[in-house]
């Protein structure tokens, strides 16, 4: 048995049989389009296609496990259990403008092991399959249909880091764009990224119109490496020249996420030192007030003032570069990346941090 959103495989299994290459066509327009999950009620298919699409592939490997509200009705968490028992997560927020945002996760757990991140507490238990970023997109769609609603934006910034899964990340944001499929612009498509300097370089080659988020979260080495240790393998100086590389080749903004941690990153000196790095440069900081998940996370972090948030965005302004604070949704339901997941699992908070980190990255990019 095979998904079927592997075309190539679909494709493979029709012709084989018989069967011409439109039906293919026929299939990608009621999935896609339709949001048909039932071969019975595909029509357009003839009975024996429908048969032989029943006998060999599979619609959805994830299980909802849960599926939670949040009260204000904005954000809908899903934790999924993949066909292994592992556990993912996908958030639906759902903007006050009309726009759509979903969340997805393309690793169960993450390697990275960010001392302010959820899912970094978990590490790396595996790549998810291209399939498995497209189940969570077409759950959410098929949810949202009944509101008449659809997904807008997609943002990997969910469990994992995606330049890691570089793979079946590109093959899902393939299907996402694709006209006949998905049918998403690739602007609204946002990658995030820990800052992994090979897959910023190659996103830059294959979709230049995706946008790229870099949870950049510090402002010098020092001050990072305290709470992300992919600082020692890709420094700030190596990150930014790749940066730069990325934004001559697309001329696309780059979002600098950072997170706001009371005494951790929100030093007064930092706010200038930000606006020196991201000075000259073609950026947008998203200042993100940490969110402690009910004293889950275990590092004793506490949320920083609006006040310093606010002088922080004030030192960014009087320097000319524009910056947002994120707006927090799902509080209430622990909405934060790997929050439920962590809790599902019931993982020691202090093991192993990052130790396989560098091994890791290096091993996905030998030179």
Not at 110 to 115: D, G, I, K, R, Y
């Amino acid at each position: 048995m095979f998904s079927i959103h592997d075309e190539k495989k679909i494709i493979e299994l029709l012709e084989a049989n018989g069967h011409k290459k439109f039906r293919y066509g026929q299939l990608e327009n009621a999935l896609y389009k339709n949001l048909i999950a039932d071969f019975e009620k595909m029509d357009t298919l003839p009975k024996e296609v429908r048969e032989l699409l029943k006998e060999n592939t599979f619609f959805q490997s994830l299980r909802i496990h849960s599926e939670i509200t949040s009260d204000d009705g904005q954000t809908t968490k899903f934790l999924f259990k993949t066909h292994d028992d592992k556990m993912i997560e996908a958030v639906i927020m759902r903007h006050k403008s009309g726009r759509n945002t979903l969340c997805v996760s393309c690793q169960a757990g993450c390697p990275m092991a960010c001392s302010f991140c959820a899912t970094g507490k978990l590490g790396l238990i595996r790549n998810l399959e291209f399939y498995e970023i497209i189940e969570q997109i077409m759950i959410a769609n098929i949810l949202l249909a009944k509101e008449d609603k659809k997904i807008r934006n997609i943002v990997y910034m969910g469990m994992g880091e995606p330049f890691l899964n570089i793979p079946n990340v590109f093959e899902s944001i393939r299907i996402a764009s694709g006209q006949k499929k998905i049918d998403l612009s690739s602007r609204r498509i946002t990658i995030s990224s820990c800052g992994i300097v090979p897959g910023i370089l190659q996103l830059a080659d294959a979709y230049p119109q995706v946008s790229l988020a870099i949870s950049l979260h510090a402002p010098n080495d020092e001050a990072r490496k305290r709470i992300m240790p992919v600082e020692n393998t890709y420094p700030i100086d190596k990150l930014m020249e790749a940066l730069d590389i990325y934004t001559e080749k697309t001329n696309k903004r780059i979002f600098y996420e950072y997170i706001m941690i009371a005494w951790v990153t929100d030093r007064p000196e930092f706010a200038h030192e930000l606006a020196d790095l991201m000075k000259w440069r073609l950026a947008h900081v998203n200042f993100i007030p940490y969110n402690p998940g009910e004293g889950i996370m275990g590092n004793g972090f506490q949320p920083t003032s609006k006040i310093m948030i606010q002088k922080f965005q004030t030192t960014l302004e009087k320097a000319g570069i524009p910056s947002t604070v994120r707006h927090t949704m799902g509080d209430d339901i622990d909405a934060a990346c790997g929050q439920l997941a962590l809790k599902e699992e019931g993982k020691s908070l202090a093991e192993e941090e990052g130790k396989s980190l560098k091994k890791l990255v290096e091993g996905h990019w030998k030179k």
